[in-house]
């Protein structure tokens, strides 16, 4: 079918994400939406993120978009089941990667960094409750991580000191993996590798989520006829300066109000 596929976000973040639905769908047309104006979303109420989630779905299906990836934790774990009560269109969400971390750990300790409108949801303490029965998982909010990498510093002083409160007490629990609760946090990773011992293993679902798009659109036969490599297109409410750093400065990126 060629139709795009559409991505929305808090901000810059789902890039991520649409990185390697990217790699894994070459020939499928993109539409990437970055809500930076109302970056963050993981300290906003939750219907509030409804609202933000609503919005940034009408954009989308606008676009005439044949799936929409919900490229945001927060997002997901806040709004989807009402996306899914009010759209027909299918949607991937993305939920921090608990289970993987919680069948590899050998301490029986993982920890969960993740914004703190994620850590609050009811749909991301049923996973954790489901999946880490003799596990301790040690959740942290990454209060401030999302403004300082949508602001570009994410390798600054400024978010090694954060990082290294948070990890902190993750180390002193003696945990063996480190599940990535937020799209922005992939963008973490060189800084956090620096920062954690070695034998901790940094999980993040983006793949999955990739595996996921591929799947549904295999299913329902709405994978793209294409044969040339697929077009993306990038929509911002913020500054296109933080979408360029992550997407290319020759991307295609426009400013819209929603
Ligand atoms: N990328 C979003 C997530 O995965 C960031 C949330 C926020 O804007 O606070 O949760």
Redesign the pocket.
């Known amino acids: 079918m060629r139709k795009p596929i559409g991505i929305f976000?808090?901000?810059?973040?789902?890039t991520s994400i649409w990185r390697e639905i990217r790699q894994l769908l070459p020939h499928e047309d993109m539409v990437y939406l970055a809500d930076s104006k109302?970056?963050?979303?993981?300290?906003?109420p939750k219907s509030e993120i409804k609202q933000m989630c609503f919005a940034n779905t009408d954009f989308l299906l606008r676009l005439d978009c044949k799936i929409i990836v919900v490229?945001?934790?927060?997002?997901?774990?806040n709004a989807i089941d009402a996306l899914r009560q009010t759209y027909q269109v299918p949607f991937v969400g993305?939920e921090p990667a608990i289970k993987p971390a919680a069948l590899q750990t050998q301490t029986k300790r993982v920890g969960v960094l993740?914004?703190?409108?994620?850590l609050s949801s009811s749909l991301f303490n049923t996973t954790s409750k489901k999946f880490t029965q003799g596990i301790q998982v040690v959740e942290q909010v990454g209060k401030g991580l999302?403004e300082l990498i949508?602001a570009g510093k994410h390798d600054s002083p400024e978010i090694r000191a954060l990082l290294k409160r948070y990890l902190e007490p993750m180390l002193v629990e003696n945990i063996d993996h480190l599940v990535l609760?937020?799209?922005?946090?992939p963008y973490l990773i060189p800084v956090l590798e620096e920062l954690l011992p070695n034998h901790i293993k940094i999980i993040d679902s983006g793949e999955a989520v990739a595996r996921q798009t591929q799947a549904i659109l295999e299913k329902t036969d709405s994978l793209s006829p294409q044969e040339n490599e697929g077009a993306d297109v990038f929509f911002t409410t913020g500054s296109k300066t933080s979408l360029e750093r992550w997407v290319g400065a020759g991307s295609e990126i426009r400013t819209i109000t929603l």
């Not at 993740?114 to 994620?118: I, K, L, P």
């Open positions: 976000d808090s901000g810059i973040g789902g109302n970056a963050p979303y993981g300290t906003k490229a945001c934790n927060t997002a997901t774990t993305i993740a914004t703190q409108g994620t999302v949508e609760g937020c799209t922005h946090y």
